[in-house]
């Protein structure tokens, strides 16, 4: 803690000089999974802010400062017989992103958004004043930071609740044939006798008649002679090939053990299933052999780094859609119509309280549950039909009563944007904590102005070189292996696999 103090006081002390001389700053804590451009001007750096302070047995909680990463996390609490209740599927998500972020993930029919499992966090407010925020003590400030992309303050530590952890997750796959059913039988695994038994509950759609409904349930014992399923390794399959092939011809359920950790990350080799995108753009051949011979490359922070760098990301569409129950089919017909994306990811997810910044439903259909869907794949070359297909997105969303993650590429208006929240409360909430004017506003942060950037790409000569195949692609991959993404990765541990 020592050490973390004096950490906290430097920020602050920076924080501080820049609310002085009225400079408006941003905060970097080393890696990002956004997929918005990366603008670096007047930054305050917190990644050395990446320790996990403590693990309290008695009380189960943990302190964690804010760049730790979710494997370092689980390695942290899982000799303690500990888990947090909500893990997010990539291993280097950090809990301050977490928090600052939206994070749900297959836990969060149980338990909300990441942030909804954190007790107390510590904050440096625009001013340079450090304080502590939670359900009793500025609640305002700790419902409204979540999910507002760093905008009220700088995370400087989290108080984060865990829970028992167990050894293996008995992890059942559950076939169905239509996207009807997919919705309904998502939505059954999480609701009475199976929602309290299920600790996880997702789904991939492979196609409009072809999908699994997963479910786990976290246990200490095996059968006899039963070997436990892992997906870390580089000879392991990716889970979602292994999840369609064990899904493809039977209607029956399968049933496998996951060690707890490789539950967890099961998504991590291939990004879900973009890194299959990487072999397409590449034009590389996709098999066992290829993904074992460039498994360094197929982890989500080689990935993400690479699609920044590479300039993917801006042809791209990557977005995670928050529905109403009863309009999911209807919204997920109009994707396959509308961009032929598959496979779609499906999450259940428990709302937050309002007013939040986190995506939530709209209209007449209020539930405490809405689903999560994630779509993930190439968009037009042309940048005007991109916007397009983008805005058309948006709006039919909208229509449909659902919102979408701020992570991504977001292309509203202000106006547009702004009727989604309560924009008083949060803007009151600027003001309250010196925020306005130091700290970008939440539009600024996560608007993506696709024209201008456009335009400012034609007239530099290393970007639009970037835009030549396969130029873009190598340069993605040679900034991947500089990174320290690329350390961090080679120098895993990876303890928690025992």
Known sequence: MDRHARIVAQVASKVKDHFIRKEPFRISHGSTNST????????????????????????????????????????????????????????GITVGGGYAGTAGESSSFKYGFFDRT????????????????????????????????????????????????????????WPVRSVSQAVKEVREHTEGAQGQKNDYVDGVLFSKNHGAIVTGEMIDD????????????????????????????????????IPLAEYMFRYDRGGFWVGRSAFQY????????????????????????????????????????ALPYPNAEKFIDYTDEALNIWPIWLCPLKQSPQPTMHPHTTGD??????????LWGFGPNDPAAYLAKNRALEKTLGDMGGMKWLYAHTYYSKDEFWSQFNREWHEKLRKKY???????????????????????????????????????????????IKSKDYMLHRNATWRWRS
Not at 71 to 84: F, K, M, N, S, Y
Not at 164 to 173: D, E, I, R, S
Not at 294 to 312: E, Q
């Open 36 to 91: 918005r451009p990366n603008l670096k001007n007047r930054i305050i750096d917190i990644s050395e802010l990446g320790n996990v302070v403590k693990v309290d047995t008695a009380s189960r909680t943990a302190l964690v400062e804010p760049n730790v990463p979710m494997d370092r996390l689980l390695e942290a609490t899982i000799p303690h017989g500990l888990v947090p209740p909500v893990v997010m599927e990539f291993p």
């Open 118 to 173: 954190i007790n107390e966090v510590e904050m440096v407010l625009a001013d340079g004043e450090v304080t502590r925020a939670s359900e009793s003590v500025n609640n305002d400030l700790f419902r409204g930071g979540a999910g507002a992309v760093g905008t009220l303050g700088v995370i400087t530590l989290v108080n984060l609740r865990l829970i028992a952890a167990k050894k293996y997750v008995k992890t059942t796959y």
């Open 222 to 257: 095996i059968p006899p002679n039963t070997r436990p399923q892992t997906f870390s390794n580089p000879w392991d399959p990716w889970f979602y090939l292994h999840l369609e092939a064990a899904t493809r011809t039977s209607n029956d359920p399968v049933v496998e053990y």
């Open 282 to 321: 590449m034009r590389f051949p996709f098999n066992s052999f290829t993904r074992w011979f460039l498994d360094d490359f197929c982890h989500t922070r080689m990935l993400y780094r690479a699609l920044h760098a590479s300039g993917i990301a801006t042809r791209y569409i990557v977005q995670d859609m």
């Open 365 to 374: 259909l209020k539930d405490d549950q809405m689903l999560n869907i994630g």
């Open 434 to 480: 010196r925020a306005d004017g130091a700290l970008p506003g939440v539009y600024d942060k996560v608007h993506v102005d696709l024209e201008k950037y456009t335009e400012m790409t034609n007239k530099d000569w290393g970007i639009r070189l970037k835009n030549v195949w396969p130029l873009g692609g190598f340069w993605g991959i040679w900034k991947s």
